[in-house]
Structure formats: structure tokens, C-alpha cells
């Protein structure tokens, strides 16, 4: 409990601090506080185990290592984005976003009115994508995790709902969300976080890992478009964002088998994005099991 409360008005102070630092000067200071926190993190040693999946090399690796202190560096500058951002006016979240590919796929999902399931990565900076969907006129709804204390969840979410987002906790009653894509909404969902450690195990880059599906299963159930995208920093601190084309999904006599296949899919482009840019998965959970080999989704390289 006291350590529940140091969180959330650390967060609160950093909340108040962070509109009022340039973002050069921010940026710079969230590279160096995530080398430090980097070098202290318990949970260190998920995200070198990891990336060493990704890249087949050891977890010990210099170039594992090397790659989870970025890791640490980029999610400090999403904290600090995620501080500032209800600070920040339309033209400021706008400039940020230097490429912007795809959004004819979403608009043609969307066409058919049944909305749509737009599932990402913790990768990049996951929460820019939807700012910028909303500010665009999209209604967005995301299901996010129920952050603990309850105040700071609410405090968070306040950040993130500022310009137009609407977030609900994934353990929450989720008609709002059968709602919203009934209304011909966007419900966002993430393809890596298996926070109610339900998912199912599939084969992901030569190993078994453990993965949510509820997006899959929401998406077949309803009959909304199933869209991945992904938002990547780059090293100017610049945002690129990529919609990649709707992953049809199949509708036969075995629906375990139609979400299987959509997971599968899912995970073969997700499986492009982390091998090309490992340093912006900011995901601090173990994602494979400890034992087990078989065959990777693979696919061709992102753009």
C-alpha cells in the first residue's frame, strides 16, 4: 500500500513537471534516467530473455544487452510523453507524427459498419497512435490494464482520454466495447500483454508463447475488421505509424481454429515489426515459455 501511494504521486509530480520541460531537454533526460533504471530493474531480466528470443542470440549478449537499455530509454520518453500530452495543443501531436501509411486500410474496414478491432504491440509509443486516430476524427475506444491503485489508473487515464480517447479496464463489463463496434467504432486491443493470463500458447519466432486472443475472438464474434498498426520512435524522437492491410478472418464450423488462424496471422506481421526494430518493444513481461521448438510465423521484412 505505501509503495501503491509513492507511485501515484510520483506520478503526480512528474505529471506537473513534465509540461514545463522542452522536449529536447526531456527526451535527453529519459534516455539517461532509462540507462539507470536499466542497470537496476527487476525486471531486467524479461526483457534481455526477450529480445534474445528475437534475435537468437544469448541473453547475455552485448547486443541484447545494448538493445534492452534502449528498450528502458524509450519507454521512460513514453512516460514522459504520456505526462505532457495533456499540455500539448493539436498541431503539437500532429507535428510529432512524421509518417502516417495506411490509413485507407482502416477507412475500407470501416466502410462495411460493422467497426473495427485494431490490435498493436507495446511497441513504440503504442498510446500516440490512438491520439492521433481521435484527433483525426475516428472514435476510438481502447481496452486498456487496470492499473493499480485505483487513483492512479484514473490519473492515467485522465492523460490519455485529453484529446478525444476513451479507455475502459480490461477487467471491467465490456459491453461498451460490443457497443462501440456496433456504432462502427475502433476498439483497441494489444496482441502482446496477456493480462487476464488466459490467450493460448502458439508458436511465435521458433518458440511457444503464450499470447492474448480476446481481440481474434472479439473481432469473429462480431464481425467487426481486424487491423494491426504499429507506431514506431525514431531516434529524433519523431513518430512513423504504419495501418497494415485488414487480416481476413475465417469463418467455418471450428471457430478455435478461425482465431487461431487470425492470432497466427497477427503474430507474422507483429513477428516483421520486432525483428526489424527490437529497441522499440517496450514490454517488460516474459512472452515465451521456458521449453519448446517449433516453427515461426515469419513473413517478409516491415517497411
Known sequence: MVWDG????????AGALA???????GYRLAGRLGTLVYRVSPLRCHVEDNISHVLGEPSGSPRVREIARRIYGNQV???FDLLRVPALDEEDIRTSVRTLVGLEHL???LARGRGVVLTSA???NFDLAGQILALRGYRVIAIAEHLRPERLFEYVRRARESHGLSFIPIDSWLRPVFRALHSNAIVGSALDRN???AGRVVDFLGRPARVPDGYARLALRTGAGLVVAFCRRSPDNAFHIVVEPEILIEHTSDPERDVENAVHNVL???ARYVSRYPDQWVYFQPLWLPDGNVSSPGGPPAR
Open 19 to 25: 509540461p514545463h520541460i522542452p522536449a529536447s531537454v
Open 268 to 270: 507474422s506481421i507483429f
Open 77 to 79: 520518453k513514453n512516460y
Open 122 to 124: 507495446h511497441f513504440g
Open 195 to 197: 493480462v487476464t493470463d
Open 6 to 13: 509513492l507511485t501515484y504521486y510520483l506520478f503526480r509530480a
Open 107 to 109: 477507412d475500407a474496414a
